[in-house]
Nanobody, 125 residues
Framework: QVQLVESGGGSVQPGGSLRLTCAASGFNFNRYAIAWFRQTPGQEREGLSCISKYAATTSYADSVKGRFTISRDNAKNTVYLQMNSLKPEDTAVYYC??????????????????WGQGTQVTVSS
């Protein structure tokens, strides 16, 4: 059974940090690029960051560049999103997703094969 399970969300004050974890199971993790997205009610889903199969490539949206860092541990089938200097506008449900790749690279514009259920991040004073 394919699963992507996000964790690590919660409430934090502006300027704070959180680390999200995406734990994968049920598929060959090493063959998939992984991305993080977020969505707020009434807004389109936003692609934040992605990482290629063996972490050779990472990409970030301008809205999070310099504040968020994506990483992966293929031995643990896990991807992380370290979020620093959080702002109220970062409040959203955060999702991870997996994209099967024959080659390297990653893109948040790709059609993703598997999605997690999401974890809420709230940034508020």
């Amino acid at each position: 059974q394919v699963q992507l399970v996000e964790s690590g969300g919660g409430s934090v004050q502006p300027g704070g940090s959180l680390r999200l974890t995406c734990a994968a199971s049920g598929f060959n993790f090493n063959r998939y690029a992984i991305a993080w997205f977020r969505q707020t009610p009434g807004q389109e889903r936003e692609g934040l960051s992605c990482i290629s199969k063996y972490a050779a490539t990472t990409s970030y949206a301008d809205s999070v560049k310099g504040r968020f860092t994506i990483s992966r541990d293929n031995a643990k089938n896990t991807v992380y999103l370290q979020m620093n200097s959080l702002k109220p506008e970062d409040t959203a449900v955060y999702y991870c997703a997996a994209d099967y790749r024959l080659s390297g690279g990653c893109s948040t514009s790709a059609v993703y094969d598997f999605w997690g259920q999401g974890t809420q991040v709230t940034v508020s004073s």
